[in-house]
């Protein structure tokens, strides 16, 4: 067989030809002339080496060939067809796994409404959570991880991101903190004191670090935590400083003796994203997903 050499239109002559085992009615249905139909069979004749139909007793038949090919060439068509006219997505019938990678204080504080949400409307769905940190983009481009909420990604043509929000970074500590006592901190009331920071999520330290040292400063980091939780313990029994975001701060100082204080510089604010690779831009079942967390998060 001549692979090269056929193509749908082909197939759906094919298909009609040992269907009606008539070139007039086969181009009929093809609404072609008989003509047309005639070089459409001896095409296909070429292309399989076969008759295909021969005529008996004034009547065309299938050829074994013909009758095996008879078989396999509607679910072929069937195929085809549903691969250019894929169903419209339908949310509640859904089983497809969904990993997001992010920080847990994303995890543990804004994503169970959100995902309660999306439950309500894909109850099939299932979804897997992990840290985002210096090795996500790896697996975003891997395939691994499905969608990140972080910075913006840098330098990158095969991410695409759409803005969650903003944000700005401030101060947290506990609230008998000696820094609280200043009039007016500085920069070096701020790196006098020790540090903590978070290690996973974004990097939001690295330009706050690059800043201090153009300054001529640098900050004393005592204490590193994958998660939040640790971190708010250790500042409630230390003079630890942890720079953060405020909208995440607002809500530690609920479950803690803590206190916000502004930087005692100014840095700019920042953008959160939802992050996701090009080869799912346009996955009906991805494309309905992100589209769920966006409209819910802004």
């Given at each position: 067989m001549q692979?090269?050499?056929?193509?749908?239109?082909?197939?759906?002559?094919?298909?009609?030809?040992?269907?009606?085992?008539?070139?007039?009615?086969?181009?009929?249905?093809?609404?072609?002339?008989?003509?047309?139909?005639?070089?459409?069979?001896?095409?296909?004749?070429?292309?399989?080496?076969?008759?295909?139909?021969?005529?008996?007793?004034?009547?065309?038949?299938?050829?074994?060939?013909?009758?095996?090919?008879?078989?396999?060439?509607?679910?072929?068509?069937?195929?085809?067809?549903?691969?250019?006219?894929?169903?419209?997505?339908?949310?509640?019938?859904?089983?497809?796994?969904?990993?997001?990678?992010?920080?847990d204080y994303v995890s543990e504080h804004l994503l169970p409404k959100v995902l309660g949400l999306i439950y309500e409307q894909a109850p099939q769905l299932n979804i897997e959570l992990c840290n985002w940190d210096h090795t996500t983009n790896r697996l975003l481009h891997s395939g691994e991880v499905d969608l990140g909420m972080t910075l913006p990604p840098k330098d990158s043509t095969e991410l695409h991101a759409t803005t969650l929000g903003t944000d700005r970074l401030v101060c947290l500590m506990h609230q008998q903190h000696p820094y609280l006592a200043l009039n007016t901190p500085s920069v070096a009331d701020y790196c006098r004191y020790p540090h903590a920071i978070i290690t996973t999520g974004a990097d939001k330290n690295s330009h706050i670090d690059r800043y201090l040292q153009q300054q001529g400063f640098q900050r004393q980091i005592q204490f590193r935590a994958s998660s939040y939780p640790a971190t708010v313990q250790i500042l409630s029994e230390t003079r630890f400083i942890l720079t953060l975001p405020a909208k995440i701060a607002q809500q530690l100082v609920k479950q803690r003796p803590l206190a916000i204080v502004d930087l005692p510089f100014t840095v700019e604010n920042f953008e959160y994203s939802l992050i996701w690779h090009h080869r799912n831009h346009h996955d009906p079942a991805h494309s309905w997903f992100r589209q769920q967390i966006h409209q819910a998060m802004t």
């Open positions: 692979l090269g050499k056929i193509n749908l239109n082909l197939l759906s002559a094919l298909y009609y030809l040992l269907q009606e085992q008539s070139v007039t009615r086969a181009a009929e249905k093809m609404h072609l002339s008989q003509s047309a139909m005639s070089k459409h069979l001896a095409k296909l004749r070429e292309v399989f080496g076969d008759p295909l139909l021969v005529r008996v007793q004034g009547q065309l038949q299938a050829t074994p060939k013909g009758l095996a090919l008879k078989a396999q060439v509607a679910p072929l068509l069937d195929s085809v067809e549903n691969l250019l006219h894929q169903q419209v997505f339908e949310p509640s019938l859904c089983q497809r796994t969904f990993t997001i990678a992010t920080s």
